[in-house]
């Protein structure tokens, strides 16, 4: 009997079958590629633009309106190698009836137009400027840089706000961009976050401790250009918990929020007092240091553009040319103004009690002594002068340094308190400092 054979398939045949499925595999990715490539997404954000247009404006409108990518390229904002494309997609932002809930955002005609655009036309400013995101970009996730996409610049939306437990409906974090040409402003409109933190700054005389603009103290870190800070310089590891349990973002914005917030559980050891600041203030005084950066906008662009300059200066270490300018020019900057109306306290005043309550503040020593039995970064005043004499207290007042460096009391004071000198930005003189402890002798 003939055997059977058992049917082999031709290796050939087998191989070139799977060649065969791979390249159709290739041909449909190509071909997906080749149909993205010629409907890329902005190009549908435009065809729903027309249909709003036509619905909302008419016909004839939507005839008129330019298709394509839009950018907005200014090396005095952006940078030479940038450009702002926003436009793109957001193509309503300068026409007028767009502004009802039945538009979808992305095209609804820009807030205000009347007031804000018209002062920043975004043929000049563009639209990063002021939102951040990244401008080249012509996708919603790398230009919003949506979730998992590792940021250039962030864009400041109501999303975001959320993250940081900010209870607004409307975009606050922006202020934060706006601050950059507006530093050196006491009040700006449109800014109630910024413009309560400059108060506080101002209240509370921060600069005691801190370098803010080029001048300050020197207990605490410099704060002049903070916004520029990497998160590297930062230590996250006393907040680790918080940020779990309250659901935070580990970002340097959240870092500055806690450390308002508690400053001796961000930074162990601080001297810095727990002021017991309201959310809101905590988010307002990060906002306003994270707005705190270096500017390379021409100073057409800035407010107070002398003030600018005057810091410039400060940074390029030209004292000299500073104390030539200030004579010429302006002050060093509004806080010092402000100071400077504070310091027109006439010390030939008959009531001692009230020009040393005046002078208390004026010369910033509410900042470091509480008139309570409350520690901050010095002692509490209550009772001072029952602990001690007279001639101790003018002279601890207007002679601290000799003071701190020869007095037994005062050198145990420092001790005590962590080593951290008394220091006073605005000399007093003794006349000063007997009214001062004229008004000590009230806090009984």
């Known amino acids: 009997m003939e055997e059977k054979k058992e049917f082999v398939p031709d290796r050939y045949w087998y191989?070139?079958?799977?060649?065969?499925?791979?390249?159709?595999?290739?041909?449909?990715?190509?071909?997906?590629?080749?149909?993205?490539?010629?409907?890329?997404?902005?190009?549908?954000?435009?065809?729903?633009?027309?249909?709003?247009?036509?619905?909302?404006?008419?016909?004839?409108?939507?005839?008129?309106i330019d298709f394509g990518i839009k950018q907005i390229w200014n090396p005095d904002i952006m940078g030479p190698n940038i450009a702002d494309r926003c436009i793109t997609c957001h193509m309503g932002v300068e026409i007028k009836g767009l502004e009802g809930e039945d538009v979808p955002v992305v095209f609804r005609t820009h807030p205000n137009p009347d007031g804000i655009m018209?002062?920043?036309?975004?043929?000049?400013?563009?639209?990063?400027?002021?939102?951040?995101?990244?401008?080249?970009?012509l996708t919603v996730k790398q230009a919003h840089a949506g979730k998992g996409v590792?940021?250039?610049?962030?864009?400041?939306?109501?999303?975001?706000?959320k993250h940081y437990k900010i209870e607004e409906d409307r975009l606050v974090m922006i202020q934060i961009n706006c601050n950059h040409c507006h530093r050196f402003d006491k009040e700006t409109p449109g800014m109630d976050y910024i413009n309560l933190a400059k108060q506080i700054i101002q209240e509370k005389n921060c600069r005691q401790c801190h370098v803010i603009d080029g001048y300050g103290g020197n207990i605490g870190p410099t704060l002049t250009y903070e916004g520029d800070k990497s998160h590297e310089l930062f230590d996250f590891s006393h907040v680790?918990?918080?940020?779990?349990?309250?659901?935070?973002?580990?970002?340097?914005?959240?870092?500055?929020?806690?450390?308002?917030?508690?400053?001796q559980k961000v930074v162990p050891g601080s001297v810095m007092p727990n002021y017991g600041f309201s959310q809101k203030e905590n988010v307002a005084l990060a906002m306003l240091v994270m707005s705190w950066r270096k500017m390379k906008y021409p100073v057409?662009?800035?407010?107070?553009?002398?003030?600018?300059?005057?810091?410039?200066?400060?940074?390029?270490?030209?004292?000299?040319?500073?104390?030539?300018?200030?004579?010429?020019?302006?002050?060093?900057?509004?806080?010092?103004?402000?100071?400077?109306?504070?310091?027109k306290i006439k010390t030939t005043s008959t009531n001692l009690v009230e020009l040393g309550s005046q002078l208390f503040v004026s010369k910033g020593c509410n900042t470091c002594h509480s008139i309570s039995d409350q520690k901050l970064v010095g002692p509490g005043l209550k009772g001072v002068t029952q602990r001690r004499t007279k001639d101790w207290l003018i002279a601890m007042i207007y002679k601290t340094d000799s003071m701190l460096d020869n007095d037994p009391i005062a050198k145990q004071l420092l001790k005590e308190y962590n080593n951290v000198r008394m220091v006073s930005l605005k000399p007093v003189s003794k006349e000063e400092a007997e009214a001062i402890y004229e008004y000590l002798k009230t806090l009984k």
């Open 15 to 64: 191989d070139s079958l799977w060649i065969y499925v791979f390249g159709f595999i290739i041909l449909i990715f190509m071909g997906i590629v080749f149909y993205r490539s010629l409907n890329p997404e902005w190009k549908k954000y435009q065809k729903e633009f027309k249909k709003v247009v036509e619905k909302k404006l008419g016909p004839e409108l939507a005839k008129k």
């Open 150 to 161: 590792r940021w250039l610049w962030p864009v400041y939306t109501k999303e975001m706000q």
């Open 118 to 137: 018209d002062k920043h036309p975004i043929e000049k400013f563009g639209c990063t400027s002021c939102h951040g995101g990244q401008g080249p970009a």
């Open 240 to 263: 680790e918990a918080d940020l779990e349990e309250r659901e935070l973002p580990k970002t340097v914005f959240t870092w500055h929020i806690l450390h308002f917030e508690n400053p």
């Open 300 to 343: 057409e662009y800035l407010s107070n553009p002398d003030k600018y300059y005057v810091l410039k200066l400060i940074d390029e270490g030209r004292m000299k040319a500073i104390e030539i300018e200030l004579v010429s020019r302006v002050s060093l900057n509004t806080n010092m103004e402000k100071q400077e109306e504070q310091d």
